[in-house]
């Protein structure tokens, strides 16, 4: 028996590696699909970081985000890596809405 969740959406794929599901939905017209990547882990990783970094910002390198792959590819982040877009990655690391994949606070 398949596995559906509260808004028929029934399950595809598990991985249980990465938490990554897949689901679909048939509308009557087109399969829709859900893909739903966990994100606490990171979010409460990324908070402890934060509380334990220095706010010290002299030297060549800090480890200033840890965003999932599927952020990253999904809020075109990963396409300004690749073209050097250093405004765009400034303007995304300091906006306060991606704020929870931040390991270290201040303005990079």
């Known amino acids: 028996m398949p596995i559906q969740d509260a808004n028929g959406f029934t399950l595809v794929d598990h991985d249980p590696a990465t938490g ?3 689901w679909s939905y048939f509308d009557g017209q087109k399969d829709i699909y859900r893909i739903d990547y966990p994100v606490e882990q990171t979010i409460k990783e990324n908070a402890e970081a934060r509380a334990s970094a220095s706010s010290n910002w002299k030297g060549e390198y ?3 985000a840890s ?4 952020i990253v590819h ?3 982040f990963a396409d300004a890596v690749t073209q050097d877009d250093k405004k765009f990655i400034k303007n995304w690391l300091n906006n ?3 704020a929870a994949w931040r390991t270290k606070d201040g303005k990079v």
């Open 62 to 64: 800090h480890r200033v």
């Open 96 to 98: 306060g809405d991606n």
């Open 67 to 70: 965003i999932p792959l599927n």
């Open 20 to 22: 990554r599901t897949v």
């Open 74 to 76: 999904d809020s075109g």
